[in-house]
């Protein structure tokens, strides 16, 4: 009698958690409206630096520089993949190296630097997007994928630059693909939006404080 293969047990657990996210939609919360409150009303002491090394245990964050500043920070012990100005038009080379991590969780980031590449070109951008997240599926089977939104940015930015307004197209189309495509979209701008003293000067990124409400 063949002697049978022993049952990867990360494997199995990553399974477990992927099939639990894919329950409730890919949320961990059962109040969205009522987390997002509780988020804006946080001060620096309900930070708690080991929940978020618990909460992304596993977990590979993929972007550009406004990701880039949680590893500035020193937020998370987890894997932040990330080079300024890179965008989702291009061969990302960082892939492989986050395939090589093997995570559990893929919290996906783009669209900053998007807008100067499409324009308005919205089903070239979700096209590129949906071919990025069908490479870590078949890479990382067990994986729960995030598409995170687009942040917004200033009025003052955006009245310099207004491709910046695409970004609004970009998340709303992405938003609508994700199910096709086996991922779960997250949208965090609610944390910046009233607040231009959550930016840096450049209108364009957040400033250190608003990542503890995003890894939230």
């Known amino acids: 009698r063949a002697q049978e293969a022993p049952v990867d047990l990360n494997a199995e657990l990553k399974r477990q958690r ?14 969205l409206e009522a987390e997002k409150q509780k988020i804006l009303s946080m001060t620096d002491a309900d ?50 190296e986050v395939e090589a991590a093997k995570p559990s969780v893929v919290f996906l980031c783009f669209g900053m630097n998007d807008v100067g590449v499409f324009e308005d070109r919205v089903d070239r951008y979700v096209g590129r997007y949906t071919n990025v997240i069908r490479r ?29 307004g695409y970004l609004d197209l970009y ?19 609610f944390i910046l939006e009233g607040h231009p003293e959550r930016y840096n000067v450049d ?8 990542y503890p409400m995003w890894l939230t």
């Open 18 to 31: 992927k099939e639990e996210r894919k329950a409730k939609n890919g949320l961990l919360v059962d109040d």
């Open 136 to 164: 870590l599926q078949a890479s990382l089977p067990e994986a729960v994928i995030y598409v995170c939104a687009a942040l917004p940015v200033t009025p003052e930015r955006l009245a310099e630059e207004p491709k910046y």
């Open 171 to 189: 998340n709303r189309e992405m938003e609508k693909a994700c199910p096709g495509a086996g991922a779960y979209f997250v949208d965090s701008s």
């Open 47 to 96: 930070w708690n630096a080991a929940d978020f090394v618990r909460w992304f245990e596993n977990a590979a964050i993929v972007g550009d520089s406004i990701i880039r500043q949680v590893r500035l920070f020193h937020f998370l012990d987890a894997p932040v993949f990330a080079e300024g100005g890179i965008h989702i038009s291009v061969e990302l080379s960082l892939l492989d």
């Open 203 to 210: 209108g364009r990124h957040p400033r250190e404080e608003y």
